[in-house]
């Protein structure tokens, strides 16, 4: 637990979120949600356009962001929302993704795997050179 000054202090609670505690006459507890929503991304894997829904977002201007796993933005862009929208992914090298959605009431995230068509993962399948 640290304190802000002699009356306030904050602390870790469940969820991710962030317990602020004041006393100045009367004790009360308030708790910040820092808890971001997850956004639903299909098809996952995807190929060439993955559809973001938000069920938390509507007919909002908002910003979605791209980021490889190194966190380098790979692609930006500014919409207006309203649940779902779709993006182009086709330039993207194949890999792990993380979408990042900014609104008004928050961010919002998610991960996807950017896969060419028709390539699969090894696992499950047997060498017949063995």
């Known amino acids: 637990m640290g304190f802000a ?8 609670g469940r969820s991710a979120t962030i317990l602020k505690t004041s006393y100045r006459g009367t004790t009360s507890t308030h708790e910040i949600n820092t808890k971001m929503e997850r956004l639903i991304l299909s098809p996952n894997p ?34 207006r929302f309203h649940k779902q929208a779709e993006l182009d992914i086709s330039s993207l090298s194949d890999g792990i993704y993380v979408v990042k959605l900014f609104g008004v ?22 060498d017949k050179n063995v």
């Open 5 to 12: 000054d002699t009356a306030t202090a904050y602390a870790a």
């Open 46 to 79: 995807a190929s060439e356009k993955i559809t973001i829904t938000s069920l938390n977002v509507e007919n909002e201007n908002i910003l979605i962001t791209i980021f490889s796993l190194t966190d380098e933005s790979v692609l930006t862009k500014a919409i």
């Open 105 to 126: 009431k928050g961010v919002q995230v998610g991960k996807f795997i950017k896969q060419q068509r028709g390539v699969r993962s090894g696992v499950g399948k047997k």
